[in-house]
């Protein structure tokens, strides 16, 4: 079965650092892979997503990610945070040649970004 | 509307009761998801629709849950007999097709269900 294990479950940094989220998934079958990003009050939105081609995807907000297959991991990075960055964000994968095509979430990191 | 849709954005009920949480997918998505997040955790996988049928509902947790999707558009999860370990945000999430947009889903702002 697939999972999907985040680190880091509270990350707080300074306004201009560098962030960079741990995710590695288990399976071992061609995947999709997403980043979903919750702010506070607000529903889950799409950051970014890996479904083929170059490794190094980048999202909104400046945010990027880079598969690595022979780690199974899907780190998110951003060079300088910002306050606004303060959110939930959530690993996920998902397999394209399942029927079901339902996502899988890790546990979340929480980021708080001191201004 | 722009977005996915659900109602009541607040559910709160005693245990035992029944209650029916609605979703409103986005125009024209054929594919629905219902997760349950619960608190510290990620979202998790309940049940799908493609169009009117429940493709997979793996995720249900026993048979007091179950859902529908009757006109292939809204849908309802409905749980009966509610025990306090059933609270938690209902989530909905719908997606154009498959194949093409590699399953991107579009979550709805989710329902929070209080079992008391």
């Known amino acids: 079965a697939q999972s999907v294990s985040q680190h880091n479950h509270h990350v707080i940094l300074s306004e201009a650092a560098s962030l960079e989220l741990g995710c590695n998934y288990s399976?071992?079958?061609?995947?999709?892979l997403f980043w979903y990003v919750q702010y506070p009050g607000q529903h889950l939105q799409l950051l970014l997503k890996?479904?083929?081609?170059?490794?190094l995807v980048k999202g909104i907000k400046g945010f990027e990610a880079e598969f690595i297959k022979s780690k199974f991991s899907f780190n998110l990075r951003k060079p300088s945070v910002q306050w606004s960055d303060t959110a939930e964000y959530f690993c996920?994968?998902?397999?394209?040649?399942?029927?079901?095509?339902?996502?899988?979430f890790g546990s979340g990191t929480r980021l708080s970004i001191r201004p | 509307g722009a977005g996915v849709s659900q109602t009541p954005s607040n559910k709160v009920t005693e245990k035992g009761k029944y209650v029916e949480l609605r979703c409103d997918p986005i125009s024209g998505h054929t594919a629905l998801y219902w997760y349950r997040q619960s608190l510290g955790q990620g979202p998790e996988f309940l049940i799908y629709f493609q169009g009117t049928g429940a493709a997979d509902d793996s995720g249900l947790p026993n048979d007091r849950f179950f859902a529908v999707r009757p006109e292939g558009s809204v849908s309802t999860l409905k749980i009966q007999r509610t025990e306090r370990g059933d609270s938690a945000v209902y989530l909905c999430?719908?997606?154009?097709?498959?194949?093409?947009?590699?399953?991107?889903?579009?979550f709805g702002p989710g329902t929070r269900l209080t079992v008391l």
């Open positions: 890996y479904f083929s081609g170059d490794p």
């Open positions: 399976y071992g079958g061609t995947v999709n």
């Open positions: 996920a994968v998902n397999d394209p040649h399942s029927s079901a095509s339902k996502i899988i």
């Open positions: 999430a719908s997606s154009p097709s498959l194949a093409r947009t590699g399953n991107e889903q579009f």
